[in-house]
């Protein structure tokens, strides 16, 4: 073996370290100006896609929902639920319901009243809430203890919402959602992890929700998947009013119990 052959390195490792060396600097240089500017999209989308929703005088939509809990054998059960919802902003009236394999609800706002009927129980529960609907989601969740995950989307200013504690966000690229091309857009807080699918274009509505709690062991998920959205809705004179169904017991809300996406007990069984 000549001197020169030992001396002189092997043209395709010569190449692949010079791919290499360039792939570093390349990410050393431009590593953190394209971290900021995945962070700036991700907040430039989501106020894009606030804005839209908040200038909606009208909005009407059906989703399916999807919710996981963790057994104590660290088993995920994922619970499934479809729904409707009916918006009227200038008024502040909204009529929400939500049916799942062990609950059919239904919820009714007419910016002085609010009445959440479980069909299912043939119950309803009814408070004065006079006020806006972002008064009463914050009413709904502090005083009654009802969650409502998504309602964040439909707030006049979900950016003012959702933005407040977030310490990361990245536009991670696009996705299709149902055939509709979607900007993909995730964010972090100190306790949950909660990623966007926001159309492309001129109408930048939510197209799915997820949201991960990092507060509870496995990481369980709460998904939201948002269909046949529409605008400019003219709803009937009786959209908003609630009608008594025949038979049907007045009780206070602490009362108006088993109306969560999770019922009380399903995760219990037996092991083999």
Known sequence: MSVNAVS????????RRTVITMLVLAAVLIGAPR???????AAKILKAMSDYIASQKSISLTFDSNIEVITPEIQKIQFASSGKILLSRPDNKLRASR???????EL????????????????????EAPGTI??????????????????????SDPYEVLMPDVIDAKHIGRGVIDGVECEHIAFRNQDTD??????????????????????????PQYTLLIKDWKTDVEAGADAFAFQVPD???????????????????AVKGETK
């Open 8 to 15: 002189r390195p092997n043209r395709s490792t010569f190449g």
């Open 247 to 265: 038979g049907a017991k007045k009780v206070d809300f602490k009362a108006l119990n088993n109306i969560d996406e999770v019922p009380p007990g």
């Open 194 to 219: 909660w990623q966007l699918w926001v159309e492309v274009g001129d109408h930048p509505i939510p197209h799915k929700y997820v949201i991960t709690s990092k507060a509870t062991a496995a990481a």
């Open 99 to 105: 049916t799942g394999g062990y609950v059919d609800i």
């Open 134 to 155: 972002d008064q009463l989601v914050d009413l709904l969740r502090n005083q009654y203890s009802l969650e409502l995950p998504g309602a964040d989307l439909l707030l």
């Open 108 to 127: 009714v706002f007419d910016a002085k009243t609010v009445t959440v009927l479980g069909k299912h129980l043939n119950a309803y529960a009814q408070s």
């Open 35 to 41: 971290a900021q500017a995945q962070e700036g999209d």
